[in-house]
């Protein structure tokens, strides 16, 4: 099975310009999230979804941020417009429901984002 | 309050030889799982191990056990034989089940680094 699928791998971009990351959860999951991992604040959830429906946006640092899941396959994150401090590794995870607290995410390999 | 701890930043450990890294945790929750990742230099989260609140017995992998001690409320890591490869970040986390507000989240510790000495 293929794992979760983020792209582009390494984004370089200058302050102000519109940043689109992009990720392919693991067939049949039906939770995706979204995090961020900085040296200083280590690895933060920015927001996940549930079937498609955004269920908790509340670490999405400030509007500059959106994250969508127009279908189960498909899920983007845009920062616009970007800034430095922005500049972080950046991954996807998915996970499949069961009743228990086992649901195990499985992580993307993350896409490596630099705001000049 | 911190809810998921790990109080070693880093630490170096010989070949072959076994290490420990230690998880705390905070809840109120009866009803939580404890999940171990592996970062290597490469970036990727690994995910390694996990257990439930209410396993009777500690969970093993291959060569990593978790030494879950409740009433402590420590979730520590055991690798056996540690191999060069095994050099890397290590991540406790924690999910909640109960606690409505928790939703479905991870929350992470900040991490030990480990590096295997040949």
């Known amino acids: 099975d293929a794992g979760v699928i983020q792209s582009p791998r390494h984004e370089v971009t200058e302050m102000g310009q519109e940043v689109t990351l992009r990720c392919k959860p693991i067939?049949?999951?039906?939770?995706l999230f979204w995090y961020r991992q900085t040296m200083m604040r280590g690895l933060e959830l920015l927001i996940y979804f549930n079937n498609n429906v955004p269920i908790d946006d509340s670490g999405m640092p400030e509007d500059r941020f959106s994250a969508k899941m127009p279908n189960a396959s498909f899920s983007t994150l845009k920062i616009q417009p970007s800034e430095p401090r922005d500049s972080a590794v950046y991954f996807c995870?998915?996970?499949?429901?069961?009743?228990?607290?086992?649901?195990?995410?499985?992580f993307g390999p993350g896409t490596r984002l630099t705001v000049l | 309050a911190q809810k998921i701890t790990q109080t070693q930043p880093g630490m170096f450990v010989q070949e072959k030889e076994a290490v420990t890294l230690d998880c705390t945790y905070d809840t109120s929750d009866p009803s939580y799982g404890l999940f171990w990742y592996k970062q290597p230099s490469s970036g990727e989260m690994i995910f390694l191990i996990y257990?439930?609140?209410?396993?009777?017995q500690n969970a093993t992998e291959g060569r990593y056990s978790l030494n879950f001690q409740k009433a402590r409320k420590s979730a520590n890591l055991v690798i056996s034989a540690s191999q060069l490869g095994d050099s890397a970040m290590y991540f406790c986390a924690m999910r909640e089940l109960m606690i409505k507000a928790a939703g479905n989240k991870l929350t992470f510790g900040g991490g030990t680094r480990v590096l295997v000495k040949p």
């Open positions: 067939s049949g999951h039906d939770y």
């Open positions: 995870a998915s996970s499949l429901y069961t009743s228990g607290a086992g649901d195990t995410q499985y």
């Open positions: 257990q439930g609140s209410y396993d009777q």
